[in-house]
C-alpha cells in the first residue's frame, strides 16, 4: 500500500468484503455471443444496435456530415438534420417540440434544474427511481412520495396544496417502474393532474420502442402530459435521449438557462442511427410481441419453480430476495454459469432484487436454461422458497 493511495485502497478493500465491488466487463453484441452465454441484462430490446439498416444509415450520416457535432448549439449551432429529427420525434410523439441529450441522466438534470425551485412541491411515485429523490432535494425540500401507482393518495397530496399556484407544482414519475416491472396509470395521472392543474412529467425510457402507439412508448399521443423522457440508448439500439414537450416550456428553459445550449448536439453517426431506428420501430409489431410472450412464459417458468411475481406485466421481471447476501450470491452463481441478470443497487421495497430484462432476441431455450440455474442455484446455496420474498405490497 502506497501512503498517496492508501485511503482508496482501504475503501475499495471494505468494497470487496460488503460484497459490493462490481467489475466492468465488455459487452459483446447478442448476434456473437459464444454458445451457452445468455445475458438478461441488455435494454437492447428489439435487437436494432446490430440491425444492417441502423448500421449503415449511421455511416451513410458520416459520410455526408462528418464524424463530430464540433462545437455546442450555442456557438455553432446544430447540423440540420438534428433539427429535422428533433421535429419528427416531436410530431410523432405529439408534442410541439423535442430537444435531443445524451443520455437520460443529461435530459433529467438539464430540465429538472430549471422546473423546480425552492419553492415548488414535488411529488414522486415512491417506487420511481431513486435517482430522482436524491437530485430533487438539491433543489427542493418540498418533495412528497405518494403511494405506488395510487392515485388516490396522489390527489389527496395534491389536493392540500389545491392553493398552490400551478407552475410550483410538478408530478414525477416512470411510465414503467424498473424496480417493480409495472406500468404507470398514466390516464389516472392525466385526469388528477389536469383537474389540479399540476404539471406532469414522465420518464418513458424503459417503454420507447416496446409499446405505445407505432411502438414509441407508453406517452405517445397522450394529451395531457407536460414533459416525457425517452431513450435512444435502449430499444432504439443507438445512443442519447429527447425530451418531449410543449414550445412554451422549450423557450422558458431554454431562455432561462442559456447553458443547457452549451450542450454539444448528438455527434452525425448517431443520429444516422436514430433516423433508421424511428423509420423501423413502429413495423416492428412481431418484435414486440414476442417479447410479451416470452415475458408471459418467464414469469409462467418461474412459477413452476416456485417464484410468483403478481406485479410484473412487462418485460422487466424482478426476483427479491431476504438479504443482499442472498442476492449477491445467485447473481455470482449465475455468473459461473455464464448467465447475467442486472444486479443493481435498486431495491423493491427495500428488498434486493436481480432484475430479467427480455428481449426480442431471447428464445424460450434461453428461459429454460435460466430457471433451471436459478433452481439449481436455490438447490446449492441452501436458498429455501419461503426465503425469497416473491411479492409484495403497497
Known amino acids: ?8 485502497e482501504d475503501r475499495i478493500k471494505k468494497v470487496f468484503e460488503q ?5 466492468l466487463r465488455c459487452i459483446v453484441p447478442h448476434e456473437l455471443k459464444l454458445t451457452g452465454t445468455f445475458d438478461f441484462t441488455s435494454y437492447d430490446f428489439l435487437g436494432l ?25 450555442r456557438i455553432n449551432g446544430h447540423i440540420e438534420f438534428q433539427q429535422t429529427l428533433e421535429s419528427k420525434i416531436a410530431k410523432e410523439m405529439g408534442f410541439e417540440e423535442a430537444l ?62 389545491a392553493d398552490v399556484p400551478s407552475h410550483q407544482k410538478i408530478v414525477i414519475t416512470e411510465s414503467l417502474f424498473t424496480a417493480t416491472g409495472d406500468y404507470a ?7 388528477v393532474t389536469t383537474r389540479q392543474n399540476t404539471l406532469l412529467y414522465v420518464d418513458d425510457s424503459n417503454t420507447m420502442g416496446v409499446k405505445g402507439q407505432s411502438g414509441l412508448g407508453h406517452c405517445a399521443l397522450r394529451r395531457g402530459i407536460d414533459c416525457v423522457v425517452g431513450s435512444f440508448g435502449k430499444a432504439a439500439g443507438c445512443f442519447g435521449a429527447f425530451v418531449t414537450l410543449p414550445t412554451v416550456l422549450k423557450d422558458y428553459i431554454t431562455s432561462s438557462t442559456p447553458s443547457l445550449l452549451s450542450i454539444p448536439p448528438l455527434p452525425p453517426a448517431v443520429l444516422g442511427g436514430i433516423d433508421a431506428s424511428l423509420t423501423l420501430i413502429p413495423n416492428m409489431n412481431h418484435e414486440r410481441t414476442t417479447i410479451d410472450e416470452l415475458a408471459d412464459y418467464t414469469r409462467s417458468s418461474l412459477g413452476k419453480i416456485g417464484l410468483e411475481y403478481r406485479k410484473s406485466c412487462s418485460h422487466i421481471i424482478p426476483i427479491t430476495f431476504e438479504s443482499d447476501e442472498t442476492k ?32 426480442a432476441w431471447h428464445t424460450r431455450e434461453d428461459i429454460d436454461a435460466l430457471c433451471s440455474a436459478l433452481a439449481e442455484g436455490m438447490e446449492a446455496l441452501s436458498i429455501s422458497k419461503p426465503t425469497l420474498a416473491t411479492a409484495y405490497t403497497t
Open 49 to 73: 444496435t446490430t440491425h444492417d439498416f441502423v448500421k449503415k444509415q449511421s455511416i451513410k450520416a458520416v459520410l455526408k456530415w462528418g464524424a463530430g457535432s464540433t462545437a455546442s448549439r
Open 100 to 161: 435531443f441529450f445524451s443520455s437520460t441522466l443529461q435530459a433529467h438534470m438539464a430540465i429538472l434544474p430549471v422546473l423546480i425551485t425552492k419553492q415548488t412541491h414535488v411529488f414522486i411515485d415512491r417506487f420511481a427511481s431513486p435517482f430522482f429523490y436524491s437530485t430533487l432535494s438539491q433543489f427542493t425540500q418540498k418533495i412528497t412520495r405518494y403511494e405506488h401507482n395510487n392515485i388516490h393518495d396522489l390527489e389527496r397530496h395534491l389536493h392540500k396544496h
Open 185 to 191: 396509470p398514466l390516464r389516472g395521472l392525466i385526469d
Open 1 to 8: 500500500m502506497t501512503a498517496k493511495y492508501g485511503y482508496f
Open 328 to 359: 449477491q450470491k445467485m447473481a455470482e452463481y449465475l455468473e459461473e454459469h455464464s448467465i447475467y441478470l442486472q444486479t443493481s443497487e435498486k431495491k423493491l421495497q427495500d428488498i434486493p432484487a436481480l432484475r430479467i430484462f427480455i428481449s
Open 19 to 23: 460484497r459490493r465491488f462490481q467489475q
